[in-house]
């Protein structure tokens, strides 16, 4: 979809799905030290046939993240208006691409969207929590734990909770004492 099926583009990323987004090297490499990298490599001049995929004569980079990630994450990296995280689930999925593809606007965008005021109380603070800790964002997973304090622990059980370690939810219990 637009802004990401222009002919101008000179790079595809193809998401898990199979879905193509037709992107611009340049930004990739203004806003991402990973691709600024990976771009940066030089590529053979006869390619095996299991080598670098090559659509409508554009080089191919097939990557692990949904579609739905993929271009929230290109919209926010893109000058155009950056998309509305609606869930923390989307949150968590643009947040970790955008650390895995070390995109410091975009991890710094999308944890504002987490640090929202809306999320820090009752289960989404929890929620916010475990997040932060699985992404191990150190000062965000304290300030989730310091908004735990805002609501009893010991509510309905939160099935985030059994992303952590015990350990940590050890901690937790500690920081309400």
């Known amino acids: 979809?637009?802004?990401?099926?222009?002919?101008d583009a000179d790079l595809i990323l193809r998401s898990v799905q199979g879905d193509d987004f037709r992107v611009s090297k340049a930004i990739l490499r203004e806003t991402s030290p990973f691709f600024r990298d990976m771009l940066s490599l030089p590529q053979p001049s006869d390619s095996p046939p299991d080598g670098p995929l090559i659509k409508d004569g554009l080089p191919v980079i097939t990557v692990t993240e949904s579609s739905t990630t993929?271009?929230?994450?290109?919209?926010?990296?893109?000058?155009?208006?950056?998309?509305?995280?609606?869930?923390?689930?989307?949150?968590?999925?643009?947040?970790?691409?955008?650390?895995?593809?070390?995109?410091?606007?975009a991890v710094s965008e999308v944890r504002q969207a987490l640090q929202a005021s809306h999320y820090q109380s009752g289960n989404y603070a929890v929620q916010v929590f475990v997040i932060a800790c699985a992404l191990k964002l150190e000062d965000d997973a304290r300030?989730?734990?310091r908004n735990t304090l805002k609501d009893p622990l010991f509510g309905p059980f939160d099935s985030s909770l059994e992303r952590i370690s015990a350990a940590v939810y050890h901690r937790l219990l500690k920081y309400h004492q």
């Open 70 to 105: 993929l271009d929230s994450l290109l919209r926010i990296c893109y000058p155009i208006p950056s998309p509305v995280l609606f869930s923390l689930a989307t949150i968590e999925e643009v947040l970790r691409a955008a650390l895995k593809y070390d995109m410091e606007i």
């Open 1 to 7: 979809s637009s802004p990401f099926d222009g002919a």
């Open 143 to 145: 300030a989730a734990a």
